[in-house]
């Protein structure tokens, strides 16, 4: 479709804020991962009462502890992503700079997050946190060169990347969900 469509007239300023605002909302969800449980209705059992890893030796990849309090690495990720995105949105509505080279980057860059999360078998705390700080700049690398090259596309990405984040979501949910299926504590609270 990038290759093909003819170039048309949209809104960046609109297409922008958009992506904002889905960066902030994402931004906040990956704060305070336990609102966005209970906003949505599901189940938070089997999590600590401030986050959505349980207290188990089994999700110690998924976290890391920085001044005395446990993070998520893949919603640390995420966060810092939204923020760095929402700063590159603010630089291209300034000052309009923007190259195919970009465009590609990002395509590379979510298709590697995307392939990390799931099929890597690499468990790790950074590889989380990078994997997912990839998979947020790469978006607003494909965005900023979609506005620039390719505009009447950007509506169909934005809900493209609705999707990516639902799957993100789910296959860090079907993953905790095999963690704990697989526990060996035959006691655990979170199962």
């Not at 169909?156 to 697989?182: E, K, M, N, P």
Request: glycine share 6%; aromatic share 14%; charged share 15%.
């Amino acid at each position: 479709m990038y290759l093909w469509v003819p170039a048309a007239k949209t809104s960046k300023t609109l297409v922008l804020a958009v992506f904002i605002l889905v960066c902030v909302l994402g931004m906040m969800a990956a704060g305070y991962p336990h609102h966005c449980l209970r906003l949505l209705n599901r189940e938070r059992e089997k999590s600590e009462p401030s986050g959505h890893h349980p207290v188990c030796s089994e999700f110690e990849t998924h976290t890391f502890t920085l001044q005395g309090k446990r993070y998520c690495a893949g919603c640390s990720g995420l966060f810092l992503g939204g923020a760095l995105a929402i700063l590159w949105c603010l630089f291209y509505y300034l000052y309009g700079f923007s190259s195919p080279i970009l465009f590609w980057a990002g395509v590379l860059a979510v298709f590697l997050a995307l392939m990390q999360l799931n099929y890597s078998k690499i468990d790790r705390a950074p590889v989380k946190f990078l994997s997912n700080l990839v998979l947020v700049t790469g978006s607003v690398m494909i965005l900023v060169g979609i506005l620039e090259f390719k505009a009447n596309l950007s509506p169909y990405f934005l809900v493209l990347i609705g999707l990516w984040i639902y799957t993100r979501t789910t296959i860090s949910a079907r993953d905790h969900d095999l963690i704990c299926r697989q526990c060996s504590i035959p006691a655990c609270p979170y199962r």
